[in-house]
């Protein structure tokens, strides 16, 4: 039985298996083919963003193809590289299938906030078998748009993990814990999990005596880096049974500790040191590591800095020698100088210096620091990236030198008897508090200064355009050197020019040239030398001005006027044209002008000066001169005009008005700019003679003004400027009074300050000179020429390229060009590069005249202005165009005057390149030049036949174009250049040296037709004669005939577009030219038929009547029959009509002609066209209308302007309505209507001027 029972058990077993591999075969059998899997089931996206799936194929599939499909392509498409385009917030399916099949695999994408990072709150963790922690896992943005995660074990023998990141250690051993994003994006963490044996405590046999007190022998303890000291610890009681102790560090990386309490610094900072029994009790020592602050070496001193311990350092020391502080933030930190003996170069920024012993030669600040100097002598040198505000001491007498060639926001002098020496390329802030009397300060650089205290001052070369603001006139500094300083005086809200008074002991010795033109004034009778030939300009220019009755005033150069150049001091302050003779006593005169009122002055000392101009029977001109420094090129002094007697004796001008212009925006200024008039040319001294104050139009009024020569300034004392106000530099100009004859007023043209975040003013260039009535040329230009900030070569603003930008950036602009006369033209540098800009002023209008003389006719006058200083300069009375007036280095924040005139001819883009530049841009020029000729003659020749001949030409042509390259100079490229001209003529004449002839042949014209090969390539170019005929469709008795030295022969030609061609030969050369002949036919018609639109187009600018109905019938009936105009006679009379009622809807637009447009506010300009209207194909005119065009400025709307406007037609019976437009793109329709009752359409179309 037992046998059986196992038989049956195996047989039942075979059975089993059997059953079980028939089964898989099966399945293996209805598994498929092809599989395709996809590298993502799942990705969340932002909206906008792109994503490549990608689907992997087996072996089987390699060839299929996969077939991408989104469920919903509203939220996002998949293109059929597998490449997901998000489209908008939502959920869809991207399937990827392989074609032909079913079998397909599927991604779900999420458009929303995707999961940008995944943090868990820790990196790593320690657990002891069967124990237990949560993780804590945090994603990025808050709310994503699934902020579900996932946890993962890479050990789950080690340790398991839950979804919501419970652990629990399973045995000893290292696993990593991985928390990843839910929504595909496959952000993730980790966590490092250590897992220890559990500890066996067993419980002691027999009872111990406790520990009940551990006790060190310090608390506490300071030590410096590498120091060391040993611990010691107490335990009680003394019987315990475990005395062991156990050391322990909080801080490692501050201070060790070794098994025997022995610790050691090892880093700055602090750490508690622990001696722990085994019981726990346990007592601590807390150690501060740090180094000293009370430093007397540069070792110390850069322990010191690189503490994060040490707040104050001192540093004390009487050792010679430099002692420098490293670039570093030790902005936390201060520093205390105690060095009387070294010199400091600080390269770090400190919360505070305070500098009280150094020696006499510098501290070097090149961070940004608050310094107090309280040494009694010392210097100091800001360096070009460093910035300073320098407290002096309270006490005063000291003796301080200052060099600033970086940023000094302020120099605080607090103290009296305090000597400043103050130099440098960068400007100083200075304040001269209440109790710094009896101080004095030598500037070598430009000062701004704030006092509430008089003072002393020298201004050496780079002083001179110091500026101050004072409390109160008791405040008024006195002034040695040179320059004139202006001076704000607060309580009065004035402004006042102080000139320096030259001193011999001031080792100023600098010489210059100084020159000028005189003019002078005259009453004549005006005596043209030849009335019949007076141009326009000089017959408007006679009767605009200055004449009244039968004199009129003449200005002319003055010969023979003595110069005098008289240096400036506080006696001779008030000179004037009255007194000035005073102080000319026993004073030769520097120069005696010439026979163009030219003179020139050498070897004068740079300074302040009155400049006098005298001449026998003319009234005197006294004019202040300030000559700087920095004008070693030589000064210019511009035009001086002498006022005869007879002008000087006139009676006061009732009024005289005047203009203050913006430089910037050409614009008038706003009300309240103060304007003060001064006897005297270029005077900018002492008190006004009369005072005013600009309207809201920018104008002034002076009345009752003597005859005379003045000075007008323009002042900005307005108070109380809003955030979007600007604030505008003085400027001044002479006028010259002598009514009713002359009152020469030109505008006056402030520019704003543009101060930087620095304080450093962009730099700004304004050029004025003369009115048509003076005869000063009409268009003057700007030219600035600077450093490119890609370093690659230079830019170049003119009126051809009026704005320079670079990284983004406007760097420089022509922000104003004027082309009618006085200006002004505007132009700023925004933003500097490194380097040197050039400025040039070129005469326009005499831009083709070598030597020419108006310059010394046009009053130029450019001023450069940077923040609140400003440097004049006029032009030369010199023969030329173009005049080199100075150059601004960006570096050093210097004007160097040039003055140079020259003569320019040229293309004007070129100005400012040197001769050698020129000529190397001239040469490439030709050389382009060059080749462009020989392409063009290449061309040419592919009008003539292949031959000998032509083969000849075309080696000739290549010889000159190889020469090209290597010609070394124009020269050379001029002979390539005749070489081409010469071979271009001689195929003119072998192509022109013939005529055709036949009876109805009406006019005929030449022109060439290029053809081309499939590659665009130019293969031929074909000589084309067409022949125009009234009639028919043939010549009739064709003929050729050929020049001398020509042969030509007609032949009739296959070809469909061409009738005939001729065979031209040049015997000379024997070149053969083909000309193709073309038949235009029937040429009457197609004129019949243009001018029959062109009546349609003039009757459809009217509202059809029964009139116009029957002319548009009548063209209709020409139009129709135009076959059957086969004659001279019927084209005549057909022509006859259509031109009688072309003429009559021309002549009667015409009596609807507008005389005037007028608006309340808001019409910039107006003018009536015509427009031609095609039909929806764009091709085929259809008629045209009338159109009146309005141009309205930004201020006023579309809508406002339509509402207030009103015309006048010429002819005062016609009546007119404003009605809505029926045609699209215009504001209304105005439909007039004259006597007899003809309605005109005009339509209105308004645009922003």
């Known amino acids: 039985m037992k046998k059986w029972r196992k038989a049956l058990l195996l047989l039942l077993l075979v059975c089993l298996t059997a059953g079980q591999c028939i089964t898989a075969q099966a399945a293996k059998k209805s598994s498929p083919k092809y599989k395709v899997t996809m590298n993502k089931s799942v990705y969340t996206m932002k909206k906008g963003k792109s994503v490549q799936l990608k689907a992997s194929k087996n072996k089987a599939a390699k060839k299929k193809k996969v077939v991408w499909t989104s469920s919903n392509k509203k939220v996002a498409t998949v293109s059929s590289k597998g490449k997901v385009k998000a489209k908008k917030n939502g959920k869809t399916t991207i399937t990827a299938k392989l074609a032909g099949t079913k079998i397909k695999t599927t991604c779900k994408i999420v458009v929303g906030k995707p999961v940008t990072s995944v943090k868990l709150n820790k990196k790593s963790v320690e657990l002891e078998e069967g124990g237990k922690l949560t993780l804590k896992a945090t994603v990025s943005p808050k709310k994503p748009t699934n902020k579900k995660v996932i946890y993962k074990s890479s050990k789950k023998s080690v340790v398991t993990v839950n979804s919501k990141g419970e652990l629990k250690a399973v045995k000893a051993g290292n696993a990593k814990i ?198 009694s002598k010392g210097r100091i040198v800001v360096g070009r990236n460093g910035s300073a505000t320098i407290n002096l001491s309270n006490s005063g007498n000291q003796q301080f030198t200052l060099e600033n060639n970086g940023y000094v926001k302020d120099l605080n002098v607090p103290g009296r008897n305090t000597a400043l020496n103050i130099k440098g390329t960068e400007y100083v802030n200075v304040t001269l508090g209440a109790q710094a009397a009896d101080s004095s300060i030598v500037a070598e650089t430009e000062l701004r200064i704030m006092a509430s205290v008089s003072w002393d001052m020298t201004i050496l070369p780079g002083g001179e355009h110091t500026r101050a603001n004072i409390d109160n006139k008791s405040c008024m500094p006195s002034i040695w050197g040179l320059g004139c300083i202006s001076v704000t005086i607060i309580s009065d809200n004035d402004v006042v020019n102080i000139p320096a008074e030259m001193k011999e002991d001031l080792g100023i010795s600098q010489k210059v040239n100084v020159s000028g033109n005189v003019n002078e004034y005259n009453l004549k009778e005006p005596e043209p030398e030849n009335p019949d030939i007076v141009t326009p300009e000089e017959a408007e220019r006679a009767s605009e001005s200055e004449s009244t009755g039968e004199k009129q005033a003449v200005e002319e150069a003055s010969a023979n006027a003595k110069i005098y150049l008289l240096p400036y001091s506080n006696g001779n302050r008030g000179i004037n044209e009255e007194n000035y003779k005073t102080f000319l006593q026993g004073i030769e005169s520097s120069a005696v002008t010439d026979g163009m009122g030219s003179f020139r002055i050498e070897n004068a000392t740079v300074g302040n000066y009155w400049l006098i101009a005298e001449k026998e029977g003319y009234q005197a001109n006294v004019k202040n001169v300030v000559i700087t420094s920095n004008q070693a090129e030589g000064y210019a002094c511009g035009t001086t005009i002498l006022l005869s007697n007879e002008l000087a004796a006139r009676e006061p001008a009732p009024s005289i008005t005047g203009l203050v212009r913006i430089g910037l925006t050409a614009q008038p200024v706003s009300a309240g700019f103060q304007v003060k008039l001064r006897k005297g040319a270029g005077n900018v001294l002492g008190e006004a003679f009369m005072t005013t104050e600009t309207d809201a139009e920018g104008k002034y009024q002076f009345n009752n003004v003597p005859a005379g020569i003045y000075t007008v300034e323009v002042l900005d004392l307005r108070q109380n400027l809003t955030g979007g106000e600007e604030r505008y530099n003085s400027s001044s100009v002479d006028i010259v009074v002598a009514y009713p004859y002359l009152i020469t007023l030109p505008e006056c043209v402030v520019d704003q300050k543009m101060e930087t975040v620095t304080g450093r003013g962009r730099v700004q260039f304004t050029l004025t000179w003369g009115t048509e009535a003076s005869g000063a040329s009409a268009d003057i230009d700007s030219h600035l020429v600077g450093p490119r900030a890609d370093g690659d070569g230079e830019f170049h603003v003119y009126y051809g390229d009026e704005s320079y930008y670079a990284n983004g950036k406007k760097m420089a602009d022509l922000d104003v060009d004027d082309t009618d006369y006085e200006g002004p033209e505007h132009t700023t540098i925004y933003e500097e590069t490194d380097g040197v800009y050039r400025f040039y002023i070129h005469n326009f209008s005499q831009r083709e005249t070598v030597d020419s003389e108006m310059f010394g006719k046009s009053s130029i006058r450019v001023r450069v202005t940077i923040g609140s200083n400003s440097y004049v300069y006029h032009c030369p009375n010199q023969k030329g165009n173009l005049w080199y007036v100075c150059d601004y280095d960006s570096r050093t924040h210097t004007i160097i005057p040039k003055n140079i005139v020259s003569n320019f001819i040229g293309n004007t883009g070129d100005i400012g390149l040197s001769e050698e530049e020129l000529n190397a841009k001239y040469l490439e020029r030709k050389k382009s030049e060059a080749l462009e000729n020989a ?286 437009s029926d045609a699209e793109g215009y504001a209304k329709l105005i439909k007039a209507t004259n006597a007899d009752g003809v309605v005109k359409k005009i339509y209105i179309k308004v645009t922003v001027w």
């Not at 019981?279 to 590591?289: D, E, H, L, P, R």
């Not at 005939?1041 to 061409?1058: C, F, K, P, Q």
């Open 178 to 375: 991985t928390v990843t994003a839910a929504d595909g994006t496959g952000k993730s963490a980790t966590c490092k999990v250590t897992v220890k044996r559990k500890k066996v405590v067993t419980p002691p046999s027999d009872p111990d005596i406790a520990v009940g007190s551990v006790a060190l022998n310090e608390t506490s303890l300071s030590l410096l880096p590498g120091e060391s000291k040993k611990l010691s610890a107490t335990v009680k009681p003394d019987n315990a049974t475990n005395k062991t102790i156990t050391w322990k560090s909080s801080a490692p990386a501050v201070v060790t500790v070794s098994n025997d309490g022995t610790i050691k610094a090892v880093g700055e900072g602090t750490a508690n040191i622990t001696a722990s029994a085994s019981n726990g009790k346990s007592a601590a020592c807390s150690v501060k590591v740090a180094y000293k602050g009370d430093v007397t070496n540069q070792t110390e001193l850069n322990q010191a800095l690189s503490s994060k311990m040490v707040s104050s350092i001192v540093y004390t020391s009487n050792a010679a020698g430099q002692i420098v502080i490293p670039e570093g933030d030790y902005s936390s930190k201060t520093l205390e100088i105690n060095a009387p003996n070294a010199d400091v170069d600080n390269n770090g920024k400190f919360k505070q210096v305070t500098i009280n012993a150094i020696a006499q030669n510098t501290y070097v600040e090149n961070s940004l620091n608050v310094v107090y100097f309280n040494a």
């Open 935 to 1220: 392409a063009s003659v290449k061309r040419y020749l592919l009008r003539f036949s292949d031959n000998a001949a032509k083969t000849e030409v075309a080696a000739q042509i290549a010889a000159l174009e190889s020469q090209v390259e290597s010609a070394a100079n124009l020269d050379a490229i001029g002979a390539v250049i005749n070489g081409l001209q010469q071979i271009q003529k001689t195929l003119n004449n072998a192509i022109s040296s013939f005529y055709l002839k036949a009876d109805n042949l009406i006019e005929y014209s030449r022109d060439v037709v290029n053809e081309y090969d499939e590659d665009d390539n130019l293969t031929r170019v074909r000589s084309v004669m067409r022949c125009s005929l009234n009639f028919g469709e043939e010549l009739a008795n064709p003929s050729v005939e050929a020049y001398e030295g020509s042969t030509a022969v007609l032949e009739a030609t296959a070809e469909t577009e061409y009738a005939y061609v001729i065979h031209v030969t040049d015997t000379a050369t024997g070149l053969v030219c083909d000309v193709w002949v073309q038949i235009l036919a029937n040429q009457a018609q197609v004129e019949l038929s243009n001018l029959a639109q062109n009546c349609s187009n003039w009757m459809s600018l009217f509202v059809e009547n029964s009139e116009i109905t029957a002319d548009k019938a009548a063209v209709d009936g020409i139009i129709t029959n135009l076959d059957q105009i086969t004659n001279t006679e019927s084209y005549q009379t057909a022509s006859g009509s259509l031109y009688e009622i072309l003429y009559k809807y021309q002549e009667l637009s015409n009596a609807f002609s507008i005389d005037t447009v007028t608006a309340d506010a808001g019409l910039e300009d107006w003018w009536t066209t015509q427009e031609i209207v095609y039909d929806e194909s764009e091709e085929n005119e259809i008629g045209k209308r009338a159109v009146l065009r309005i141009e309205r400025n930004e201020d006023v709307t579309e809508e406002e302007i339509l509402s207030k406007l009103s015309f006048v037609f010429e002819d005062t019976s016609i009546t007119a309505e404003i009605t809505d």
